[in-house]
């Protein structure tokens, strides 16, 4: 992908009508129909321009998805402010998660379980750099892990107010994050591949029960 400074308001324009595009393309049609032409038509210009912008039509979905996760990362510090201790904390930023997950299950798909480009932490960083806007102004401690597109790494950073509070040892938290990864990707996948059909407040209710039950587990062995 080219480099394009957040300051060139032409270029971030021309970026943002294509992004755009390709998340009226998956609205209409679904993620495996995003392509260069049909995004490019849809955008009022030719394929030819799109390639100067992306390298292909995987980051075009990559961006388009993150476009679509915005909502989510401003959520996430009102979300999450109602925990009285590190415990709630953590099970509320996996239940805050899961519901936006479970309202647009193809882009979660798309961004954390699905390949769909090269290095997506680079196009990530990429993509903050010239909308800091939809990052909005989360907590310090919760950027790394707001910023990183790998399920297991953003996991094992939300644990860690847990470890540092000595509620769970490094290697319980490990397993901890391990089982909630493992039954998030699935119930995802199950959603995807139609095998279930729940709603977004029962997938929501029934992963954050799991987590509560796992965290609680975890903690009470501990002790």
Known sequence: MIDIDKKDIKKKRILKYFIQATKEVIEEKGIKKVTIRNVAKKAGYNSATIYNYFDNYKQLIFFASLDFLSDYIQAMPDYIKKADDEIERFILMWECFCKYTFEKPNIYYAIFTEKLGDHPETLMEKYFQIFPEKLGDPPERLVPMLLDPDLSRRASIASKPLIENGYLS????????????????????????????????????????????????????EN
């Not at 391990?178 to 199950?190: A, D, F, P, R």
């Not at 407040?201 to 975890?218: F, G, L, Y």
């Open 170 to 221: 490094q290697k319980k938290a490990d397993e901890v994050d391990n089982m909630i990864t493992y039954i998030y990707h699935g119930m995802l996948t199950l959603t995807i591949n139609n095998r279930i059909n729940y709603s977004t407040d029962e997938a929501v209710n029934k992963i954050t029960s799991h987590i509560r039950t796992i965290v609680n587990d975890a903690i009470c062995c």
